[in-house]
Structure formats: C-alpha cells, structure tokens
C-alpha cells in the first residue's frame, strides 16, 4: 500500500533560544505541562528504546512516573525482556511523541535501578489490582492461554486475601539519567526547530539543529 500521499502541514509559533529554559528539566516540565493541559491522550507515555548484547534494538512504550533532575523513572518487572537488555547494557532512549501540539522530545543516556525505597513508595500507591498483576506476569515469557493467566491472577487473589500486597522482589524502577535533550518543534515545509542539549561537566551546552 502507497501511503507516499499521507502528510500535513506542521503549524506552530516554532521554538527561539531565547524561548528555551537553560535547565532541560525545567525545559521539558513547561512542555509537559502544556501537553496535559492540551488534554493529549497519556502525556506521559513515552517510547523506550534498549539494546541487549546482541545489538539488536528493541522499543515498547511505557509510562513515565517521576522526573527531576536526577532523571526519569519508569517501572518494570526485573526479569523482563527489556531489564534483561538494561543489564547488559545499560543505556537506553526515551520518546515523547506529543504529536497534537507538534512537539516531540527524545532523551538518552545511562540507565540505573531506582532504590527499593523509591519502588515500595510507589508500589504502594499502584490500585490493588495493578500490584497483583506485579506479581502474576513472568512479563516476557511465553504462555500457552489467557485462561492460564486468569488462573494465576485468582490464585494470587487468594494469597493476599487478607492484607496489603506486598512488593515483589522482582519489580522495581528504573530511573534515565539524561546525557543528551532534544526538543524538536514542528514548521511548515518541514524545515521544523531542533534544539539539543548535552550535558557537560559544567552544566549543559545548548545547540540549534538543522531539520
């Protein structure tokens, strides 16, 4: 199928230095500010792209739970096909594709597990149902049905019964620690606004990039 056809004009008040925060974090919580108050579908779904030692990229979409200058966190179960790749090699990419507002941000850099405290904290605050669902998805791993899997969730239904969900040793968080920005501002005739940032000992460096 051709779909060559399929395209539109980027319209927007496009992106200045003047415009952007010296901070990339304080950059990119002034344009996730203004993707939630877009009303966009999931703000903070993001692509995460990883690479396992048969460099074989890899990419699925999560969600994002915290940032700050430290970096952004995500959570996952430890034994999944993307914690697998983090351990062998721990970089990855992140996308935001805020498309109705004609933005995108990608960060990159090294990834690192987020305390057992930090996990817990938010564990505890995940609905009953989603810290169930921790413990009954061997996540990656093959499965012969759905019925299997709706077995197991009523066999763990059963374990906790009678109090709070405990965290799995298993599941936890995993926080990017950027090394590069980029925020990318859609234009007309696609010449769109770029403008990276990376990071120095110093602080950041701030470049403008050709479409």
Do not use: C
Not at 98 to 116: A, H, P, T
Not at 128 to 155: C, D, F, M, N, P
Not at 172 to 180: N, T
Not at 196 to 210: A, C, H, K, T, V
Request: aromatic share 12%.
């Amino acid at each position: 199928m051709d779909i060559g056809d399929m395209r539109r004009e980027f319209e927007s008040e496009g992106l200045d230095r003047d415009h952007l925060d010296d901070n990339p974090t304080r950059q990119f919580e002034r344009w996730f500010h203004d993707a939630r108050e877009a009303g966009l579908l999931e703000p903070n779904a993001m692509s995460l792209a990883t690479t396992g030692s048969d460099g074989l990229p890899d990419l699925r979409t999560v969600l994002l739970k915290y940032f700050d200058d430290q970096g952004l966190v995500f959570y996952t179960n430890y034994q999944s096909r993307k914690a697998r790749e983090l351990e062998e090699n721990p970089k990855a990419a992140l996308l935001f594709p805020w498309i109705g507002l004609n933005r995108q941000v990608i960060v990159q850099g090294r990834v690192e597990k987020v305390s057992k405290t930090e996990s817990l904290k938010y564990f505890a605050s995940r609905p009953r149902g989603s810290q169930l669902g921790a413990w009954v998805s061997e996540q990656s791993q093959v499965i012969t049905s759905r019925g299997l899997l709706e077995q197991k969730v009523a066999e763990i239904k059963q374990r906790f019964s009678a109090g709070e969900v405990p965290l799995p040793s298993f599941w936890g968080g995993y926080r990017v620690i950027p090394q590069r920005f980029e925020f990318w501002q859609g234009r007309p005739s696609r010449l769109h606004d770029r403008f990276e940032y990376l990071r120095q000992d110093d602080g950041w460096l701030i470049q403008r990039l050709q479409p």
